[in-house]
T-cell receptor, first 116, second 112 residues
């Protein structure tokens, strides 16, 4: 299947700082990418839909000014957690739809964020 | 919006036995149903998917069935192996490529 890569896989940052997570579709172009958040032993919660060349669509309850999403190219979307707090610590996962396989959605390996 | 229920939340089977995980969805407009396997600390991996114009799909030891009338779909794993132990998620969407609504997950444990 198609490969979606996330970087970094793990990051620790101090409270009040910002951290950027990258999501890349390695062998296909993705006009749409999705960002999820997952708490331990819980299901995936959709945060936002990232559309190439336009503003992201955020789910209800997700602060767009805190979780900045940029989808500047067909292979890259970034999630920036601004002014991070310990409660932002979580597992963040992106996914992308591959058109050639009928828009099958593939997930990245996830990024563990710890805010201290 | 769409609501996906998944059962059971945990499932323990003996190696070699079959495992069945069931999901129901609420939105009759949903027509794409993928299943993902997630190992600890990793992202979900697509294992099989089914579209609403098909009632059953099989890939080696894994099969998925879909009942559109009843709005439920199931994952069947035969001849389970210890490496099948993981959390499995079902999902539904209105067309592949659109946002997925996930079930709550099933933690499958295969005992050697």
């Amino acid at each position: 299947g198609a490969v979606v890569s996330q970087h970094p896989s793990r990051v620790i940052c101090k409270s009040g700082t910002s951290v950027k997570i990258e999501c890349r579709s390695l062998d296909f172009q993705a006009t749409t990418m999705f960002w999820y958040r997952q708490f331990p032993k819980k299901s995936l919660m959709l945060m936002a839909t990232s559309n190439e060349g336009s503003k992201a669509t955020y789910e209800q309850g997700v602060e767009k000014d805190k979780f900045l999403i940029n989808h500047a190219s067909l292979t890259l979307s970034t999630l920036t957690v601004t002014s991070a707090h310990p409660e932002d610590s979580s597992f963040y996962i992106c996914s992308a739809a591959e058109a050639l396989s009928g828009n099958t959605i593939y997930f990245g390996e996830g990024s563990w964020l710890t805010v201290v | 919006g769409e609501n996906v229920e998944q059962h059971p939340s945990t499932l323990s089977v003996q190696e070699g036995d079959s495992a069945v995980i069931k999901c129901t969805y609420s939105d009759s407009a949903s027509n794409y149903f993928p299943w993902y396997k997630q190992e600890l600390g990793k992202g979900p991996q697509l294992i099989i998917d089914i579209r609403s114009n098909v009632g059953e799909k099989k890939d080696q030891r894994i099969a998925v069935t879909l009942n559109k009338t009843a709005k439920h779909f199931s994952l069947h794993i035969t001849e389970t192996q210890p490496e099948d132990s993981a959390v499995y998620f079902c999902a539904a969407s209105k067309g592949a490529g659109n946002m997925l609504t996930f079930g709550g997950g099933t933690r499958l444990m295969v005992k050697p």
